[in-house]
């Protein structure tokens, strides 16, 4: 009887240790068991995920105990650090950045190259579903790309460069854009909460300074 026990203790020794030792193994080397098509060779899979669109793959990475979702991995295309937010953005996955941005904390201003942010990569590639999952996120809408001291360029100003001169050339790219542009000027225009926090609500005379005519119509009452 204590042989068997014994033999017993063993194989759930043997069992702890070889899933441990699988899982350690997954994580270094950033191996997942879920197919993924590679687009770029020599990548870690959490970025073939997000540059796939696979949400069920980039599920798999951020239900592994010590996984960094703000770490970002050796791009296969550029060979330069990159999170594989950056790439759902540009590749216009959605459901990937709703989860990346929605259900675990990552920060979703972060930049890489020339200071672009994942809004203004969504923003340029002209992916509205994005853009706004970003905007609700609370992502920064002037937050500017800057190649040099004196180029610089804010997501909507991308945007406004990505669509067509005229609607008739290309409806569809017009119109996404379009939708872009909205939602970003939209984003500009709304006050911030510290904004909010320091305006009486009952006090007209931020707002009538701003119109000194119509001050001039109250006063003339």
Known sequence: MLRIHQ??????????????????????????????ERECSGEHDFLAAC???NVAAVNYFLSLEGFDINEQF???????????????????????VRVLVNDFNIDIDKTWQHNATSLFQAAQEGH???VKCLL?????????????????KSPLMAA???????????????????????????????PSADDLATTDPNDDSSWLEKHPFLKLMKSSK
């Open 7 to 36: 033999r017993q203790q063993w194989i759930y020794t043997s069992f702890f240790l070889f899933t441990l030792g699988f899982c350690t193994n997954t994580l270094g080397a950033g191996e997942c068991p879920i197919s993924l």
């Open 51 to 53: 540059r796939e669109g």
């Open 74 to 96: 050796i791009s296969g295309a550029t060979g330069k650090p990159i999170h594989g937010l950056f790439l759902a953005a540009q590749n216009g996955h959605a459901e990937v």
């Open 128 to 130: 509205p579903e994005v």
């Open 136 to 152: 609700d996120a609370g992502a920064d809408p002037l937050q500017k790309l800057r190649r040099c001291s004196l180029i610089k």
């Open 160 to 190: 406004k460069q990505g669509r067509p001169f005229l609607r008739i050339c290309n409806p569809e790219k017009w119109d996404r854009y379009s939708t872009i542009i909205a939602m970003l000027e939209k984003a500009i225009r709304r």
